[in-house]
């Protein structure tokens, strides 16, 4: 399979622990990006990398939430003390190209639940 | 800041009911207009992208059209497997909140 893949597809936590989500985008695609969702929503913008430089992040990523993608292929996010309001679904999607105008190929996402 | 808005909410159609759904953008220059769809606890599934007014893409029994200031997505005859949230996009990141059809036999 070659489409954007995440893992794990189901998180249960307790509050105040801390969760790691890891993400494979397409091979050859050089951004990649992590959305947030929760029910009844649009996907909510997190942060985005092009290679391997994290390029913008969202107001909504706190001080508790991390992204990385140290080789410019697979990324994590790591959301430190969980809180109940983290519980959501955690999409990666990434793209080719360097303009803003290009589709981006969505993962299966991660469904994070916190007790 | 750009942003999207997407009527209407929930949509629910009789089998072979053919409708529109609309998605209204405001934007400081169009690099581009997404439509996805979305199952039930998976992630989004691309279907177009739009890229000046006028322009449409069509797909089995969905064609997207884009105006200045609005897209549709026509379903025409649609069948039970079309039901999914329909979900409009602006480049690079900013989502409608969608649209969910249910289409019933």
């Known amino acids: 399979d070659t489409g954007v893949s995440q893992d794990p597809r189901h998180k249960i936590t307790k509050r105040g622990q801390n969760v790691t989500f890891r993400c494979d985008p397409i091979?050859?695609?050089?951004?990649l990006y992590w959305y947030r969702q929760t029910l009844g929503q649009g996907p909510e913008f997190l942060t985005y990398?092009?290679?391997?430089?994290?390029?913008?992040k969202s107001r909504l990523l706190s001080d508790r939430f991390s992204a990385e993608r140290p080789k410019g292929s697979f990324s994590t996010l790591e959301i430190q003390r969980t809180e109940q309001g983290d519980s959501a679904m955690y999409l990666c999607?990434?793209?080719f190209g360097q303009g803003a105008g290009n589709e981006q190929f969505f993962g299966p996402g991660t469904r994070l639940t916190v007790l | 800041e750009d942003q999207v808005t997407q009527s209407p909410e929930a949509l629910r159609l009789q089998e072979g009911e053919s409708s529109s759904l609309n998605c209204s953008y405001t934007?400081?220059?169009?690099?581009?207009l997404f439509w996805y769809r979305q199952d039930p606890g998976k992630g989004p599934e691309f279907l177009f992208t739009?890229?000046?007014a006028g322009e449409e893409k069509e797909k089995e029994r969905l064609k997207a059209t884009l105006t200045k200031k609005e897209s549709f997505l026509h379903i025409t005859a649609p069948k039970p497997e079309d039901s999914a949230t329909y979900l409009c996009?602006?480049?690079?990141?900013?989502f409608g909140t969608g649209t969910s059809l249910t289409v019933i036999p």
């Open positions: 999607a990434s793209s």
């Open positions: 091979s050859e695609h050089n951004r």
């Open positions: 990398f092009q290679n391997e430089a994290q390029l913008e």
């Open positions: 934007v400081s220059g169009l690099r581009g």
């Open positions: 739009l890229y000046s």
């Open positions: 996009a602006v480049p690079q990141f900013y």
